[in-house]
Nanobody, 124 residues
């Protein structure tokens, strides 16, 4: 599967952005989908993930209550709605797909396919 992330940009602290990740192919609904981010000089970290159906979601503590992950299997797209953005949310955001497994993963090695990343910059 090929993943194409979009929606990043520059926003002031307290603002909102919605990221999208479009997937190719006809098996999107069989993948657990996740979002990760990588800030300059830091390791890539887990942000959020959703189950195949979208019913189950999981978030990193740092974004819980501010970010919402969702998916539209009919459109082969997963979203990340980011509200109340903080400067520390500045990073390149990556979407990822996990095949075969139905459980949500929170580590990089649990995901098999990655998008190219989209830059999110939050100014103070």
């Amino acid at each position: 599967v090929q993943l194409q992330a979009s929606g990043g940009g520059l926003v002031q602290a307290g603002g909102s952005l919605r990221l999208s990740c479009a997937a190719s192919g006809r098996t999107f609904s069989t993948y657990v989908m996740g979002w990760f981010r990588q800030a300059p000089g830091k390791e890539r970290e887990f942000v959020a993930a959703t189950s195949r159906s979208g019913i189950t979601t999981y978030y990193a503590d740092s974004v819980k209550g501010r970010f919402t992950i969702s998916r539209d299997n009919a459109k082969n797209t997963v979203y990340l709605q980011m509200n109340s953005l903080k400067p520390e949310d500045t990073a390149v955001y990556y979407c990822a797909a996990r095949r075969w497994e139905a459980t949500i993963g929170t580590t990089l090695t649990e995901y098999d396919y990655w998008g190219q990343g989209t830059q999110v910059t939050v100014s103070s």
